[in-house]
C-alpha cells in the first residue's frame, strides 16, 4: 500500500467515524479509531503512524512483539491485544501491550495482574463477552460478567475498563445494531453494580457495522480492512 492510498484510506475511516457520531446526535471524538494491524508489516503500522494514528490492535504476540521491537522509536504507540488469549501468553502481553480486551476468565485475569511489571501503569482491560452466544467464539456470556468483574476489580495491576464483542455477522442496520445494544445495556449493568469502577469503554464495531456500533455507543471502533486493506496471514 502506497503512502497516497493509505493516507486516503485512514482520511475516509475517519471521516466515516465522525459521520456515524453526527448520526447518533454524538460528540465529535467521542469514539475513538484502533487500526487493527494483525497480519501487517511493520512498515504499514509506521505509515499510519506518520499519518496521525497512534492506537494499534494486534492479534497474534510473537507477530506483535516483532513489530513492537521494529517500531521501538515510536515511543507513543499504544499497543491494544484483541485476540484469544492463551495462558502461556499472558507474560508478553502483561509486560508489551497498554490495553487487553479479550480477558474471559479469571484465570487469565490473575495471571496478567501478576506478570504485570510492577514499573508500568496497570493494565487497561476489558472484559471480551460472546454476545451472540456463538460455540466458535470465544468470551464471557452475559450471565458471568459480574463475577468476572468483580474479580478484576480487586486485581491491583489490572484496570478494568470496559467490554467488548465481536458479533455474529448480520445484514441491515437494526440486526446490526441489537448484539451492540445487549453489550452496552450488560456495560450499563456494571456500572450500577461497581459504581467505583471507571467502566468508559465499549470497543465494538468494525468495518462492516461501525455505524450500528457507534448508535449503540461504540467507544473503540475495530478498523483493519477499512484502513490496511484485505489481510493475509504472512506464510511462516
Known amino acids: 500500500m502506497t503512502d497516497l492510498v493509505l493516507s486516503d484510506a485512514m482520511a475516509h475511516a475517519r471521516r466515516r467515524l465522525d459521520a456515524a457520531l453526527d448520526a447518533a446526535g454524538r460528540p465529535a471524538g467521542e469514539a475513538r479509531l484502533l487500526a487493527v494491524s494483525k497480519t501487517k ?3 504499514l503500522i509506521r505509515e499510519a503512524w506518520q499519518l496521525g494514528q497512534r492506537e494499534f490492535g ?4 510473537q507477530e506483535a512483539l516483532d513489530k513492537q521491537a521494529e517500531l521501538a522509536d515510536l515511543t507513543d504507540i499504544v499497543w491494544h491485544f484483541i485476540g484469544p488469549l492463551q495462558s502461556n501468553k499472558t507474560r ?3 509486560e508489551h501491550f497498554a490495553w487487553v480486551h479479550s480477558v474471559d476468565r479469571k484465570k487469565i485475569a490473575r495471571r496478567l495482574n501478576d506478570q504485570r511489571p510492577a514499573d508500568q501503569a496497570p493494565l487497561e482491560v476489558c472484559l471480551q463477552v460472546n454476545i451472540s452466544e456463538e460455540a466458535s467464539k470465544s468470551g464471557a456470556f452475559l450471565d458471568e460478567l459480574p463475577a468476572l ?3 478484576v476489580l480487586i486485581l491491583p495491576r489490572l484496570r478494568l475498563r470496559g467490554l467488548m464483542a465481536i458479533p455474529a455477522p448480520a445484514e441491515g442496520l437494526a440486526e446490526q445494531r441489537a448484539p451492540f445494544a445487549r453489550l452496552r445495556e450488560a456495560l ?3 456500572r450500577v453494580r461497581f459504581p467505583e469502577a471507571r467502566l468508559d469503554t465499549l470497543s465494538m464495531g ?7 456500533a457507534v448508535q449503540e455507543g461504540a467507544t473503540l471502533v475495530r478498523l483493519g480492512t477499512a484502513i490496511f486493506g484485505e489481510r493475509h496471514r504472512p506464510t511462516p
Open 41 to 43: 508489516p511493520a512498515g
Open 58 to 61: 494486534e492479534n497474534y504476540v
Open 92 to 94: 508478553d502481553v502483561a
Open 206 to 212: 468494525m468495518t462492516a457495522d461501525l455505524e450500528a
Open 188 to 190: 450499563e449493568d456494571l
Open 149 to 151: 468483574a468483580e474479580a
